[in-house]
């Protein structure tokens, strides 16, 4: 499973952008999903993550009340709409997917996920 991120850019403090993360399989499984964010010289941290069914939702305190992680029904692919964005969003974002057939599963841990994409640059200007 390949994993495509895709929807970042520069940003002024305050602003939105929405990232969209797809596969290159057109399958019906449909695993978890994460996103993670990686900022220069910093490690990389979770940032959102949603279960199969899309009940179980989980945030980094970091970004509580201004990101939401969202999927369509099918295939396997995710959404983070992010509001409010701040310099410290600054980061390359990266999706994620998580070999499951769980419904409520939402790992939080990178070495919870199988399959990465490539990521995508997110810029937020002060």
């Known amino acids: 499973v390949q994993l495509q991120a895709s929807g970042g850019g520069l940003v002024q403090a305050g602003g939105s952008l929405r990232l969209s993360c797809t596969s290159s399989?057109?399958?019906?499984?449909?695993?978890?999903m994460g996103w993670f964010r990686q900022a220069p010289g910093k490690e990389r941290e979770f940032v959102a993550a949603?279960?199969?069914?899309?009940?179980?939702?989980r945030y980094a305190d970091t970004v509580k009340g201004r990101f939401t992680i969202s999927r369509d029904d099918r295939y396997i692919n995710a959404h983070l709409q992010m509001n409010n964005l701040k310099p410290e969003d600054t980061a390359v974002y990266y999706c994620?997917?998580?070999?499951?057939?769980?419904?409520?599963?939402?790992?939080?841990?990178?070495?919870?996920?199988?399959?990465w994409g490539q990521g995508t640059e997110v810029t937020v200007s002060s």
């Open positions: 399989v057109r399958t019906f499984d449909t695993y978890p």
């Open positions: 994620a997917a998580a070999h499951s057939a769980r419904n409520d599963y939402a790992p939080q841990a990178r070495g919870d996920y199988d399959y």
């Open positions: 949603i279960s199969i069914t899309g009940r179980r939702i």
